[in-house]
Each structure stands twice: as C-alpha cells, then as structure tokens.
C-alpha cells in the first residue's frame, strides 16, 4: 500500500507563510486525486483542499479559501500546500490524503481517503 509523508510543519507567527510537501513509497500517486486534511486539538480531523488527479481542478475549505492553495507535479510524486497569511486559528496537524480510487475530481463529496501521518504547524499570535 501507498505511504504518505508529509514535511514542511512547524512554528510560524501571524501573517506567515509554510509550504506542506508530500509524497508517497510504494505505488505512485499520479492517477489519484490528492488533498489535504488537518485536525486541530479537540476537533475532529476536516478536509482542507483537494486537488483533481490531472491537477485541473481544486476545491477548499471556506475557512482557508484565499489563503491557501493546492499543487501537484505528477512527474515528481508530489503535493503541496501553500499557506499564507498563516492564522492561529489555522493551528492542527496537517495531512496528506489520497483517494483510495483513481481518475478523481476535486468533488470531495462521496469519496474516501487514505491519510499519511501528519506534520505539526503551529501559528502564534
């Protein structure tokens, strides 16, 4: 089965900027729709951004709407996240996700995904 590692977390202040990379062992994710979950402390896990498996076509969350977005080269094995003006309430374990079916959309609605292990961002005030 696919393994998904996600890097680039850390500590960051208000008004920041983080790029998340991930990346797979095993099969190579290039016919997958790919996205990005995350799970602040006391909340449950919520979907940040998918990305279509072509790459033409992404969706986010409201909240990150904006200020994130959502990449892949196919050719590289990878996905990013690119978030900006970083807020505290943004705070969570970020996510790497794979859909468990190729040639996805960026429809998140009836679908399911596979996660990695997470990386930490933290943003202060």
């Known amino acids: 089965q696919v393994q998904l590692v996600e890097s680039g977390g850390g500590l960051v202040q208000a008004g920041g900027s983080l790029r998340l990379s991930c990346t797979a062992s095993g099969r190579p994710f290039s016919t997958y729709a790919m996205g990005w979950f995350r799970q602040a402390p006391g909340k449950e896990r919520a979907l940040v951004s998918v990305i279509s498996w072509s790459g033409s076509d992404t969706y986010y969350a409201d909240s990150v709407k904006g200020r994130f977005t959502i990449t892949r080269d196919n050719a590289k094995n990878m996905v990013y996240l690119d978030m900006n003006n970083l807020k505290p309430e943004d705070t969570a374990v970020y996510y790497c996700?794979?859909?468990?079916?190729?040639?996805?959309?960026?429809?998140?609605?009836?679908?399911?995904?596979?996660w990695g292990q997470g990386t930490q961002v933290i943003v202060s005030s």
């Open positions: 996700a794979k859909d468990r079916l190729p040639w996805g959309t960026a429809i998140p609605s009836g679908r399911d995904f596979d």
